[in-house]
């Protein structure tokens, strides 16, 4: 008699622990389903995410390059060089306040971009090719500034003194004063064309990313 309450003791605890055992079975699953879910909604929220922070880049890019293009193409064929041919040539010509104010250049895109979670969705590659075209952007911003401000301060006030004021007529050379535009006009061309380039790679980059997120 013994014997057989001690075996159904041990029968009834075995039964017990199952019950548990598989108590704890189900609710592992299903906080593990659970989480698994908000995990897979979560990656589906980064995915739609980072694909329209790459969609809204592209777009922005794409447009600023087309202006890009029209306002290098035009400082290059009525100001660069037209006015670097002539002077190369001994002539004289004319100097010109030419209102470049940045040329509508800004990196504000991008860093509203990162505020949005650019820098959770985005891959680090991604986010170098970007940062690479901001930084070319950038310096451009700066130099086109600084030459916008010379031209303000500096050449615009005496452009009604006629060319005595900016050349050596004799030699055929601009004074020492005025050195800078040729050098300026030159500098600001390369960073046109430095930055049409960088946005060229840039759109070619967002473009790839956003076929194999398609």
């Known amino acids: 008699m013994l014997k057989?309450?001690?075996n159904k003791k041990y029968r009834d605890l075995f039964k017990r622990l199952r019950t548990v055992l598989i108590e704890l079975l189900i609710v592992f699953v299903g906080v593990y389903a659970a989480f698994s879910l908000d995990r897979w909604n979560d990656g589906r929220e980064a995915e739609r995410q980072r694909e329209q922070i790459l969609l809204a880049l592209l777009r922005n890019v794409e447009?600023?390059?087309?202006?890009?293009?029209?306002?290098s193409e035009e400082f290059e064929l009525q100001h660069y060089g037209p006015f670097i041919e002539a002077y190369e040539n001994g002539e004289m010509p004319s100097l010109e306040a030419i209102p470049m104010g940045g040329s509508g250049l800004s990196s504000d895109f991008w860093s509203a971009m990162l505020q949005a979670g650019g820098l959770e969705v985005l891959d680090i590659e991604t986010i170098g090719h970007i940062e690479s075209y901001y930084t070319v952007l950038r310096f451009a911003v700066g130099r086109i500034t600084a030459?916008?401000?010379v031209m303000t301060t500096q050449l615009?006030?005496?452009?009604d003194n006629?060319?005595?004021?900016f050349y050596d007529t004799d030699k055929r050379r601009l004074r020492k004063r005025y050195e800078w535009y040729p050098r300026m006009l030159t500098e600001t061309n390369r960073q046109l064309k430095r930055v049409s380039d960088a946005a060229n790679s840039l759109v070619a980059q967002l473009q790839g990313e956003v076929e194999n997120t398609d």
């Open 162 to 165: 006629g060319l005595d004021e």
């Open 147 to 149: 030459f916008d401000e």
């Open 156 to 159: 615009a006030p005496n452009l």
């Open 4 to 6: 057989f309450f001690s």
């Open 63 to 71: 447009v600023y390059l087309g202006e890009l293009r029209e306002v």
